[in-house]
């Protein structure tokens, strides 16, 4: 009789199992489908930031402004006019060639930007490079009325992600014979990280008085490019000037950076360029 029982149970939970087994990793298929499928998840990455934004090293972003720089072969004036773009984002499948230098006046972030922000970011530099002993101390703050602040994108163009934001700063006092006299006169001012990359000034000094050796391992250390090397192969006639001295630093790939410290005579300007 206890036999018989037994049966009687056995037979209703064999065959649920054997149906569970069936149609059991199907449910739980359809089950997990349904949480994930067709609905919008949200996941905090380990950074905090929204989106993802390409880094680049500070050998890459010196590398890249300088091919840009490199590349201008207009005028300054008419390369601005031909360059300039009023839409809210760049369009980089019309532009040409390897690489390009173009106005920017969005951030970033996309967000419209003063120029008063670009000066503000000089002048700061300017003080830091004051205190490392790159520039000399009588170099004067900026007037923000003697002076102009455009951003531009320095672009890879075969790969855009590869772009660097900076600022181009000139003294543009419209006063008659305006003293220049340990002034800035120009720089190349980095959008995101403030430093510059390129700069000439009026001085006191005279290329006597002037270590350049000090002063590109001391700009490098301040960029973060590592130890310089003396450029091999330099040509006398590539400067308009006799006092100059030409570095390399490591660059993208096998490509270098070009630097060069240099002293125009009579003006008493120092420079330092990261362009031809």
Known sequence: MKIKTISIFLIPLAAIIAAAAVWGPEAMANYRDGNVLNQIHIRETETGTE?????????????????????????????????????????????????????????????????????????????????????????????????????????????????????KISFTSRKQNANKENSLLDAYVDADTGKIYEFYVRTEQEWKDIDPDAII???????????????????????????????????????????TVGFYEGINELFLKISR
């Not at 790969?159 to 900076?166: A, H, I, S, T, Y």
């Open 51 to 167: 989106g993802y934004r390409y880094s680049l090293s500070n050998n890459e972003r010196v590398y890249i402004l300088s091919k840009c720089l490199n590349n201008q072969i207009l005028p300054e004036s008419d390369q601005n006019a031909m360059t300039s773009v009023d839409s809210v984002n760049l369009d980089y499948q019309e532009l040409t060639g390897t690489y390009a230098f173009v106005v920017n006046r969005k951030d970033s972030a996309g967000q419209e930007i003063d120029e008063a922000v670009g000066l503000e970011l000089c002048g700061k530099g300017i003080e830091e490079l004051k205190e490392l002993g790159i520039l000399p101390q009588e170099i004067q703050p900026l007037p923000a009325n003697s002076y102009s602040a455009v951003m531009y994108s320095a672009i890879d163009v075969p790969e855009p992600r590869n772009n660097v934001l900076v600022w």
């Open 217 to 259: 391992r001391d700009w490098g250390v301040y960029m973060g490019l590592g130890e310089p090397k003396e450029y091999e192969g330099t040509n006398p006639l590539s400067e308009t000037t006799p006092y100059f001295k030409k570095y390399s630093f490591p660059g993208m790939e096998e490509g270098n950076t070009v630097v």
